[in-house]
């Protein structure tokens, strides 16, 4: 029997909180690439994001790192009080019964979606896994939201679905480096109970997404937030949806639909061949 490939579409955390936060804004971001460019003072923060995960990532790895703190003030200054907080997970166990990976991969395919997701350091041993996420902005926002961010959830969902480990075995932990004072963390563990809470809905929010493509191939929009949501007041296609004003609002869209072609570009595609 011949087979014919499937088409799946490949979904990061940040795209399903895009998704769930507004569906709309999810289409203008990804399917139309909308977005306005990122400010100076943004794109400063990224890059040095950006390096000390570099750094992280390469210490791991066993290669030399004192030329790049030198020459960045910051930088070492967050190395060195990370490594004064948390000696612990910068130093490997001797024991040679601990696997440990940075910028570790995993994908996981659901429906017609394939999940990924990157740790920035996974800490794993006979009894349990750690995955270890830096974040480089100063202040932990609110446990609760960082609870309910798709990040938390599709990270220990994805390592709970795709290893041996049992979810109470699987913590999450997130360090602030940048935080005031030293940097501080928010760990998250794990349970069966919040897995399949996050199995629901996740499989609710896929199904919801295959049916808004579906007929924006047929050039009807994905919903927008209901009216007056505090989600508009922030966001940057206020104007274009006409948030403020329901009837305006109905013309913008009619406009926009006009004007764009599905583009799933942004979204990458990934042919798996089904088992026979
Ligand atoms: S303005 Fe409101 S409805 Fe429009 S994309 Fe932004 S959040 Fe969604």
Same mark, same amino acid.
């Given at each position: 029997m011949l087979s014919t490939p499937t088409q799946l579409l490949r979904l990061s955390q940040g795209q399903l909180n895009l998704l769930e936060a507004c569906p709309r804004k999810f289409q203008h971001t990804y399917l139309e690439q909308l977005n306005s460019p990122s400010n100076p003072e943004q794109e400063e923060r990224q890059t040095l994001g950006s390096r000390f995960h570099l750094l992280m990532q390469q210490r791991e790895m066993g290669l030399p790192i004192d030329s790049f703190l030198q020459a960045d003030a910051k930088l070492q200054s967050w190395m060195l009080a990370f490594a004064d907080t948390a000696p612990e997970i910068l130093t490997p166990?001797?024991?040679?019964?601990?696997?440990?990976?940075?910028?570790? #991969?995993?994908? %996981?395919? =659901?429906?017609? !979606?394939? %999940? $990924?997701?990157?740790?920035? %350091?996974?800490?794993?041993?006979?009894?349990?896994?750690?995955?270890?996420?830096?974040?480089?902005y100063p202040k932990p926002p609110n446990k609760r939201k960082l609870e309910s961010n798709w990040q938390t959830r599709l990270y220990l969902y994805v390592l709970a679905e795709t290893s041996d480990y049992l979810p109470e075995n699987i913590?999450? $932990? !997130?360090?602030?480096?940048?935080?005031?004072?030293?940097?501080? +963390?928010?760990?998250? +563990? !794990?349970? $069966?109970?919040?897995? $399949?809470?996050?199995?629901?809905?996740?499989?609710?929010? %896929?199904?919801?997404?295959?049916?808004?493509?579906?007929? #924006?191939?047929?050039?009807?929009?994905?919903?927008?937030? =209901?009216?007056?949501? /505090?989600?508009?007041?922030?966001?940057?296609?206020?104007k274009?949806?006409?948030? !403020?004003?329901? /009837?305006?609002?109905?013309?913008?869209?009619?406009?926009?639909?006009?004007?764009?072609?599905?583009?799933?570009?942004?979204?990458?595609? =990934?042919?798996?061949?089904?088992?026979?």
């Open positions: 166990a001797s024991d040679n019964q601990t696997f440990r990976e940075s910028e570790h #991969y995993r994908t %996981l395919q =659901v429906q017609d !979606y394939l %999940l $990924t997701v990157v740790y920035d %350091l996974l800490i794993a041993d006979n009894q349990q896994a750690q995955i270890l996420d830096w974040k480089t913590s999450m $932990t !997130y360090w602030f480096v940048q935080s005031e004072g030293k940097p501080q +963390n928010i760990k998250f +563990n !794990y349970n $069966t109970a919040q897995h $399949t809470q996050i199995a629901k809905k996740l499989n609710h929010l %896929l199904s919801q997404l295959t049916i808004w493509l579906e007929n #924006y191939q047929n050039n009807q929009q994905f919903p927008q937030v =209901v009216e007056g949501s /505090k989600t508009c007041d922030y966001c940057q296609f206020a274009r949806c006409d948030a !403020y004003d329901g /009837k305006l609002r109905t013309q913008a869209t009619e406009e926009v639909v006009k004007d764009s072609l599905p583009n799933f570009d942004s979204i990458q595609e =990934v042919s798996l061949n089904p088992i026979l």
